[in-house]
């Protein structure tokens, strides 16, 4: 072999063992293991006199995910209380949107929670609730209700549990929590006075009581802060 061949195998060795002796980083750098971070949440938490068709945004540090860790859509990882119902979960790369169907009644305290489970494209998922607390009134209430749902049947605790709270004869609007891993919940906002409560197993998760779906009631009444266990 001439040594003008030569030089193109002894280049191509010395580069094959370069890159086999760095133990350098591989490309493109450190894996990402964080979960998205929330910057922005409007409007604030403790914001009065919101307007009825004012849209409820939780704005990220990264793009998220549609679906939540455990597959469900972004709706069901997003608690409204009270509510009359379904509410609209928008999707937007960065953020997401809430919105209520009917607009947000005049004169009521809101509490909008995000559900832990909210994930990144590479499958991190927030580990704890996101909330924010606003009134389209000019006082937020600070009645509260905490306690435990408890599933005799399997002796466990009720995971993923509603609990639903009514004021008087008003089964329309709902103040809700859920329930979380060690089955523990809060309820925040609540006016004073006699409520009528309501916990079940949403084994469905169509986020209202079906036939043979386990579950109790109460009635309380509330002066500041209230306990129960169901």
Request: proline content about 6%; some cysteine; overall charge positive.
């Amino acid at each position: 072999m001439t040594r003008r061949a030569r030089l193109p195998v002894t280049l191509a060795m010395l580069a094959l063992a370069a890159g086999c002796a760095s133990e350098g980083m591989p490309p493109g750098g450190p894996i990402d293991t964080t979960p998205p971070k929330l910057l922005v949440v409007s409007p604030e938490s403790g914001s009065l006199r919101v307007g009825a068709k004012q849209a409820v945004m939780f704005r990220f540090d990264e793009v998220i995910g549609e679906r939540t860790r455990a597959g469900a859509a972004l709706d069901q990882a997003v608690v409204v209380s009270p509510s009359e119902g379904a509410v609209s979960v928008d999707w937007h790369r960065t953020y997401i949107t809430v919105r209520s169907h009917k607009g947000w009644r005049p004169g009521t305290a809101y509490t909008v929670t995000v559900l832990p489970g909210l994930l990144d494209l590479r499958g991190n998922a927030t580990r704890t609730p996101l909330q924010t607390v606003f009134s389209t009134g000019t006082v937020i209430p600070q009645g509260q209700l905490s306690g435990v749902a408890f599933d005799w049947v399997t002796q466990r605790v009720a995971t993923g549990a509603r609990i639903e709270a009514m004021i008087g004869k008003d089964t329309v609007l709902k103040f809700t929590a859920v329930a979380d891993s060690t089955g523990r919940f809060v309820m925040t906002t609540l006016p004073s006075g006699p409520l009528e409560l309501r916990a079940y197993v949403d084994a469905n998760r169509n986020q209202r009581l079906d036939a043979r779906e386990l579950w109790d009631s109460a009635s309380v009444s509330l002066t500041d802060t209230a306990s129960r266990e169901f």
